[in-house]
């Protein structure tokens, strides 16, 4: 009992001198992919290249989707955006309507959608097989 007394400040002592610092917690950012499909099957049935985004006089954002069907049948998709402002909010009129597009067979093709508002930061474009 007496060593288990005596062992007591030296562990305090011990417990004190801890001079490693802290450890710093793993952080991930989360980003959405700018353009998402709903269906696995209309990603093994289309190819899309990245989004090309410019803005124009008034500041609305433009993002042009180059995409095309990699099968030899055509494709009836639906497309909307979501535009988001500096903070990933969606604005105003976000998300989009949906918007009706024919693929040809294995033609390269885009997509164009715009912003109404200037404070349109980034963007968020789905893909789905046509109703």
Request: hydrophobic share 40%.
């Amino acid at each position: 009992m007496n060593r288990v007394l005596l062992c007591l400040p030296v562990l305090a002592a011990l417990h004190g001198c801890n001079t490693q610092p802290p450890i710093s917690a793993r952080e991930e950012v989360y980003a959405p992919r700018q353009v998402q499909l709903v269906d696995e099957d209309l990603r093994r049935n289309t190819r899309f290249e990245q989004p090309r985004v410019t803005r124009d006089a008034a500041g609305l954002l433009f993002v042009t989707v180059p995409l095309r069907a990699t099968i030899d049948e055509t494709l009836h998709v639906q497309y909307r955006a979501t535009f988001l402002d500096e903070n990933g909010e969606p604005l105003a009129g976000s998300p989009t309507t949906w918007f009706n597009k024919t693929l040809n067979p294995r033609v390269f093709d885009t997509v164009t959608i715009n912003s109404t508002s200037p404070r349109a930061a980034d963007f968020v474009i789905d893909f789905r097989y046509g109703r």
